[in-house]
């Protein structure tokens, strides 16, 4: 991995904690909201048919999604695997730990992401998948959209 990706992907790592929302944890099992924009990462990341997209945000240089779904950590890993390929996406590293998994990703030299998946405490059989792409344009110091 290049130098400025480890700090890239441990950037993305913050972010995608600093998405995360502690609020619907509180209320218990909260009633899943799907999100009214599915966000840029959706159009080239294919996870319609693996839970409800609750948020989705999309800033110059990075885009998050977040699905809230009904499937396991060992069910979604295989399946994030194969669409993450079929994007375009190289898979650097994975963590599986059981109740909790990341996966480190790049396309090309300027983009890098995270998929962390996370078993919902407070709600059995839910996981929480969140999703975090950052890219920056290849000529210049100025991020780019994520989207590509």
Known sequence: MAPGAFLLVLGLTAAVVGCSSDGDR??????????????????TLDLADLG???AAEDRPGLSTVTVVSRRSI???????????????????????EGFEAEIYLAR????YGLVRLREDQECDGRTNLQ??????????????????
């Open 108 to 111: 090309g030299a300027d983009t």
């Open 26 to 43: 509180a209320a218990g099992c909260a009633t899943v909201r799907a999100a009214e924009d599915t966000g840029a990462l959706t159009g």
């Open 74 to 96: 060992d069910d979604l890993l295989p399946l994030l695997r194969t669409r993450l390929d079929r994007a375009g996406y190289e898979r650097l590293g994975e963590d599986d």
């Open 52 to 54: 409800v997209t609750t």
């Open 131 to 148: 999703v975090a792409v950052s890219t920056k344009a290849a000529d210049s110091n100025t991020p780019s959209p994520a989207s590509t």
